[in-house]
């Protein structure tokens, strides 16, 4: 379980743990992570528009949402090449 303390700190990894990934695996060129306290999670999906505008639309894309209403943080993965 992640602590508070850990949480305010933003230990994405321990984020990540919980929702079953493995750090080595996101901490890499094309994959990016946001951790969003769960409360302001499903406010801050509204931002995927903007985020998009960076996106370049000739690759392929993958955003993973990760929600759990009894953790803190919600986790979002995305697969995506941005615009140069």
Sequence with gaps: MIHRKAFDELDVDEVLKHYGYKPGEVHRNGVGCGVWRREEA????????EFMLAVDEKEK???????????????LVTYVTLKV
């Excluded at 499903?42 to 528009?49: A, T």
């Excluded at 894309?61 to 986790?75: C, G, Q, T, V």
């Design 42 to 49: 499903f406010q801050k999906l509204g931002s995927i528009k």
């Design 61 to 75: 894309a993958r955003i993973e949402f990760n929600y759990d209403p009894d953790f803190p943080a919600a986790l």
